[in-house]
């Protein structure tokens, strides 16, 4: 039976009040960088409950800022996950450093932290982990073996809005934390992104950075074209509009995390009885809070080849979902000719890639929706084995 309600996979909640926000700005003059933005920042600090935080273009500038501020560069290795969103690698690469891929946990999706330590070499600089559909990695853990061998660590938490682990927001543990507000993201500003750090001369020099290196922003300047250029830098900034509705959704967040999580733990509830359902992502440590981005479900063994007519079966009943990530990096053309990595140093990640469905749980989608979910699903598998 075609499910005749659409459920689409991400719909990013924009109210009246978000529209509001946005054209209060444009009646006015200032329509980038200036105070909207720094007002954006403040208000993101105090959701994550502390650190600094400086507005970018997107994650992936956040990302590029990490890993040239940490003076990344050719020689140098980082250690990155084989299964995340192919910007966590770019932001090494483009530097002409060398990304050394590191396998994924099958309950979480996360980083292997027991495999990193033999990955370190004296050319490791950084570690560059991403908190996989929103369920943070056991940061300490991390933090840990990064101290020892003396290594930073950015956290790309662009899936991880509103995830805590034993009580720190995500982003605070490493030395910079990056997140996307891309449309289908917790929350949005069209494209955007932010970058917080727990120190305070890291989130001031990138935000220098990420402005040309100018001294001074127009608004500071008391002689107009009056300004001095400290450094080489970069245009990552992100306008008033955006900045405007990053504030509107922010305000938001605590009603968007709580849909998030019903939503997930009913879903996740109704997957788990389903034959052909191998498990459903997620940690069973207290000291994670998950922020439930989506829930990532895998397909057992034998229906893993059927993983793409499933997904397209469920999108012709009208149910959204995605594949989060399409390939282990490593796998992907560009890294596949550059490094040839050996398909068994990633074995999980490609499980993910090739196993799994992507599944929505967000806020503008309630508990019964979930219901169609699941029998969509149940629905699908079943024919599939027929
Ligand atoms: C883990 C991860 N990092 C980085 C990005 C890039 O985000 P942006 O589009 O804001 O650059 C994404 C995008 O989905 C992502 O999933």
């Known amino acids: 039976m075609l499910n005749k309600k659409e459920i689409p996979f991400g719909r990013p909640w924009v ?46 500038a956040a990302l590029h800022m990490s890993t040239y501020h940490l003076g990344i560069k ?16 770019h932001a090494v690469e483009i530097l002409g450093a060398t990304p050394i891929f590191v396998d994924c946990e099958l309950e979480t999706g996360n980083i292997d932290i027991s495999l990193l330590e033999d990955k370190i070499t004296p050319k490791t600089k950084a570690i560059i982990l991403v908190h996989f559909a929103g369920i943070p990695a056991e940061m300490d853990r991390v933090c840990t073996i990064a101290e ?15 995830g805590f682990y034993k009580g720190k927001h995500v982003g605070l543990w490493g030395d910079m934390g990056c997140f996307s507000f891309y449309p289908v ?12 750090s727990k120190d305070e001369q890291t989130a001031k020099d990138i935000a220098h950075f ?40 922010v305000a938001k967040l605590d009603r968007i995390l709580e849909r998030r999580s019903k939503n997930f733990t009913a879903l996740k509830e109704l997957l788990l009885k389903i034959k052909g359902v191998r498990t459903v992502l997620d940690s069973n440590n207290p000291d994670v809070v998950n922020s439930h981005y989506c829930l ?9 080849q059927n993983r793409n007519d499933i997904v397209k079966a469920l999108m012709s009943d009208n149910v959204g ?44 989608l309630d508990v019964e929706d979930m219901s169609i979910i699941a ?10 084995k027929k």
Do not use: W
């Open 74 to 89: 050719e020689g140098d290795e980082v250690l990155v996950p084989a299964q995340t969103h192919v910007a966590t690698v």
């Open 148 to 162: 020892k061998h003396n290594i930073a660590i950015i956290e790309d938490c662009a899936l991880a809005v509103g």
């Open 15 to 60: 109210e009246d009040e978000d529209r509001d926000a946005v054209m209060a700005v444009l009646q006015g003059h200032i329509l980038t960088h200036g105070p909207v933005c720094h007002q954006f920042e403040d208000d993101f600090a105090a959701f994550t409950k502390g650190g600094y935080a400086v507005t970018m273009s997107s994650c992936m």
């Open 321 to 364: 979902c995605s594949i989060y990530y399409p390939q282990p990096v490593p796998r992907m053309k560009y890294y596949d000719d550059q490094y040839k990595v050996n398909p068994a140093e990633y074995k999980n990640a490609a499980v993910i890639s090739d196993a799994s469905i992507a599944l929505p749980v967000g806020p503008h």
């Open 210 to 249: 990420r402005a040309f290196s100018v001294d001074r922003t127009h608004n500071e300047r008391k002689i107009a074209g009056v300004y001095d250029v400290t450094g080489v830098g970069l245009n990552y900034r992100m306008s008033e509009m955006q900045a405007a509705l990053g504030c509107t959704q």
């Open 185 to 196: 993201k917790h929350i949005t500003t069209g494209e955007g992104g932010m970058l917080i």
């Open 375 to 384: 029998e969509t699903l149940e629905n699908k598998i079943a024919s599939i």
């Open 296 to 304: 990532v479900v895998i397909l057992d063994k034998d229906l893993a």
